[in-house]
């Protein structure tokens, strides 16, 4: 047996046997240059590992200049809200403008929500009118029909004619039911619009003394308000108002002109009464004594002329000014 191995012609060695010594030597060296391979492999790879880990260590330096730069940044200072003042049933508040225009919308909305059911109701209102109108007229023509069935004489009908007596009796008696159904009709369509008015003069009634408290406050006090009722109702019927009419006053306008009218009436009263308080009967002086002056005395008496002449409010509170210092 030979210890020759036949060379690779693809190696470039020259072609020849090879020796045992030599073949091993040349296995060395390629088990050698296949480490080599796998060691630049393994670096490859490692390097490959290694630059994640990088950029993972990159990642905290990018947060620290983006967290300098939201510093850098400054954000601005929020301004305080600007609010308006608004009355609101007579009281005022203040809300912001979102609420502003809130509360402009929702009214805006309401308002034409109203002018919808107003106009609806009005329509109704006209075809309720036009319905009654034509129960109005067709309830004479259905009376005059029933009337005519007034002077049979039903017992001899019944007993002539049977046949007559069975048909004219079924026609009395349809025409009778139309007219105790239109009756009917027209007494309940008069009881709503009798219901609608009373409501509605409620409603109003509420709405005029809302806008009567607004203008005068004094009729929003449970007492001063009962008292000032009180002497609006006398002088009403002072004037000539009766109990009806008082009732019935709903305008706060007219109100308003009634009670100024009392409230002036009543300080002439005090007026007149004020200056027959100053009124005073002169001492007799003694003869060749001095007159004395008294300038409080002096400052009343001219006071309590003047509300006699003018008769103001004015007046009358610079007499009682004048009266409580003396």
Do not use: C
């Not at 109203?114 to 009654?132: F, G, M, N, V």
Request: net charge negative; proline share 4%.
């Amino acid at each position: 047996m030979s210890d020759e191995i036949s060379a690779n012609p693809e190696t470039g060695a020259a072609s020849g046997p090879l020796t045992v010594n030599q073949a091993a030597e040349l296995l060395n060296q390629s088990q050698s240059q296949e480490a080599t391979g796998a060691e630049q492999v393994d670096e490859g790879e490692a390097q490959a590992e290694a630059q994640p880990a990088e950029t993972e260590q990159s990642e905290p330096a990018e947060a620290e200049v983006d967290e300098t730069a939201a510093e850098d940044t400054e954000q601005p200072e929020e301004q305080p809200t600007r609010r308006y003042k608004v009355k609101v049933n007579g009281e005022e508040r203040e809300v912001t403008f979102d609420e502003l225009k809130k509360g402009f919308q929702l009214e805006s909305d309401y308002r034409k929500k109203t002018s919808e059911i107003a106009e609806q109701r009005k329509q109704l209102e006209a075809e309720r009118q036009h319905y009654q109108n034509q129960l109005k007229a067709v309830i004479p023509a259905l009376q005059q029909q029933v009337n005519k069935y007034a002077n049979i004489d039903w017992a001899t009908l019944a007993k002539d004619d049977p046949a007559q007596y069975v048909a004219v009796r079924a026609e009395a008696e349809q025409h009778f039911a139309q007219l105790q159904m239109a009756q009917a009709e027209s007494q309940q369509l008069e009881h709503q619009q009798v219901q609608e008015r009373t409501q509605a003069h409620r409603e109003r009634l509420t709405a005029e003394k809302a806008k009567l408290v607004e203008k005068l406050p004094v009729f929003a006090d449970p007492e001063k308000g009962k008292a000032a009722v009180s002497e609006l109702r006398t002088y009403l019927k002072d004037v000539g108002y009766t109990d009806d009419e008082i009732g019935n006053l709903a305008d706060h306008r007219a109100t308003i002109i009634a009670y100024e009218a009392a409230q002036y009436r009543k300080a002439k009263k005090a007026a007149v009464v004020a200056q027959k308080k100053a009124v005073t009967v002169p001492q007799v002086q003694k003869p060749g004594a001095t007159t004395r002056v008294d300038p409080k005395r002096d400052a009343v008496s001219a006071a309590a002329e003047r509300v006699r002449k003018t008769g103001k409010v004015d007046d009358l509170a610079a007499y009682l000014r004048a009266t409580s210092t003396t």
